[in-house]
């Protein structure tokens, strides 16, 4: 009866589309069963709603499984058969090629029911015992089913209502969706899931079911609460699939607050409109106080100074040099360079510095009287003795105190951005590495500082010989109580270089009983990307010392250190009487070391030549020639000046008049100077030998007399100036390039040069005469 084409024998993996069947008598008796069973008799106005449909599926699968469990062996196969049969009927359907596809779902559901009814046999007899069996079985699986069939309904409503919020708040919807599926707590397996008649449709119909998708939220949800039409399911996962755990809660993104940016580089950098040039910071400060409730348009900011400074100086607005000249990317840094914030106290120098304590300051002064302004200006006394104000030393509070800098530095400092530090590390074209800043800086204001490690005399000298003896640059700077700073290991400020129109200068500032070397900015203050310079000051003793300068300032002095005095004739009562010593000698007056013209000239030409040619390998060899023959010279010359000055009895007065080989105690502040020592032999002639020793007996005496003399004259200005002398020393050393130390002579502590230094003419006088007395006597 049941034509050919509706016989199906399927290799599909369908659980039951495995059921084969073979002749048309099997057939006919399984329709025959088929047609009493609800899904093969469905009537023709039973509703194709999934749900309903489902819960009839349902109820025959539950009432066969019963039916074969109280079976007899052979009846239990006749009802498995029976069972079969049963389902072969709905397979019976065959499906249209568009049925086949998933989306025509609900359509198939639909008409199966027709078309199986079509195919359905009357009932074939059976065995009325086991009939009854399966159909009180079946009664029982009906009325548990029906319950269960009003399950999916309410899901459906849940969804329903999920539905109508979603998108709007996803979040929401899937919290009610989570909801509702609690409020239908106990719910099985296949009430859960909505689309089970449906699943099982497709299964009967023998039609695959497509591979489910997979939700990246809910990775275990079924594809039928995936499909497009109907978006609630996808919101209601099958209960026993979802872990609640594994359910994300997806937040909702809130707009976050944009982080401030602060300018690094450009036009408009480190700027603020209020500055005045022609006021003195603390009027500044208090002006910019006044202003304060003026709103500043933000959007175009004026440039460096709102250029006010510029039109005071009248000089040129200079584009920033990042903004020309922006760093390359990847340009060169530094190497081998340990960064030191802070000064370290190394061996010897940590006891040195326990034992010899700074003596406090204190000052009195008062706050000032306008609202706003900054006191302890210049009068201050703390200020004038190079020492800052704190809370132990001063009576203003912080934000009246203008002498606050390595306070505010170290504040500064301890932001750690780019802007605060204010300052990088830049590749000049011909100085090697050299300092910028990022930000202005006003006038007088604390930059950087010069730190590293603190280090004894010896220790510096073991150093330059041994570690040290093949570098090129020297960062070497005095410090206090004869000892020195090493910046080799030390901050950014190591890298500033030398200038003869410096923008910084260099000074050094006890802080809370530290002395610490600050670079500020000079009276013009520092524009944004203008390189950092300051003034080496360091007396080239040595020929082999001179460097070309390279700043390319119009002043510039063409070497890095103080310009080379001319040759000149001296005048005066002194110059005459050494002339004429030196004439009674037959010591040719151009062999005169005081300026060291000609050897000094000589020297730097060199020495410019040899930087200049430095690039060049080749060029190597030769300068170590000249060097030698250099070193050479200055031996001979310093020889020639030791024996002057014993010969001369006039100790004090050279050593005021001629520079003296420094590494510290200078009052200014300048480049510590690695010198040769003065000790080759005495080329002298023997006349003179024996005039220095006849002279240095008889002068010993007149000299200590007259430094007893003027030190009790002096002891009041000392006691008062003693700090400052002894600080101001902040001379740095270095080396040029491939010169070698030969050894470090320590020069007399400061408050004896100091003292020195301050001779009268008394003493210069009776210089004179004791030189002029030891000539005569040399003669006789
Ligand atoms: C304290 S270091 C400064 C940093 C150095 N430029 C560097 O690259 O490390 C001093 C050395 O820099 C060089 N230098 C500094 N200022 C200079 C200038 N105006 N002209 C030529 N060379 C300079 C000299 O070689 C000097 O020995």
Known sequence: MSPPSLLRRSSSSSTLSNITLADTRESSVNMADASSTPPTSLPEDVSSDDSELGAKTDRVLRGRRAAKSHLSPDSAATAAENETRAFSGATLVEPSPQEHSSSTVKSELTEKPKAAKHYVQPDPPVLKESKNRLRNERDAARRKSSRLASIPDTVSAAAAK?????????????????????????????????????????????????????SRIFPNLQSSLLDPDRKADRLLPAKEAIPAASIVTVKPTLPRKEKKKWLAKGLYVGQHRHFDGRLTESKNKAKQVAVGSITERTHLPLPMFGHSFDRIEDRDFVIPYDVFAPLPKGQEKPTSWGKLNHNRFVGEATDVWKKKKLPRSSCMCSPPSNEGEM????????????????????????????????ATLDERCAKGNKYDVGVEVVKTTNRGFGVRACREFQPDRIIVEYTGEIITSEERDRRMNEEYKNNECYYLMSFQHGMIIDATRGSIARFVNHSCEPNCRVEKITFQGRPRVAMSAGPNGIKTGEELTYDYKFDPFSAANVQECRCGAPSCRGVLGPKPRPKETKKGFVAGVKRTVAKAFGMAESEESDGEPRERQRGRKVLTRRRSDEAETSGETKQKGKKQQLEKENDARAARRAARQSSSSSAVVSASSTPQPQLQSQSTPGLLQRTTTTTTTTTVSTRADSAISAVEERSSETVSLLHSLGSSSRAAEDKTKEKRSSLRQSTLSFQPLGSRPVSLKKSPPAREKSSVMRKDSVKKIAGGVRKVVGSLKGKR
């Open 375 to 406: 006191g302890c200006g210049h009068d201050c006394l703390n200020r004038s003795m190079d020492y800052e104000c704190d809370e132990e030393n001063c009576p203003l509070p912080a934000d009246r105190c203008s002498n606050r800098a390595f």
């Open 162 to 214: 999920v539905t109508s919020v979603l998108g709007k708040r996803s979040r929401d919807a899937l919290e009610g969706g989570r909801e509702m599926l609690s409020s239908v707590k106990g719910l099985g397996r296949r009430a859960s899931t909505l689309s089970r008649g449906q699943s099982q449709g497709l299964v009967s119909a023998g039609i695959k079911e497509p591979p489910a998708k997979r």
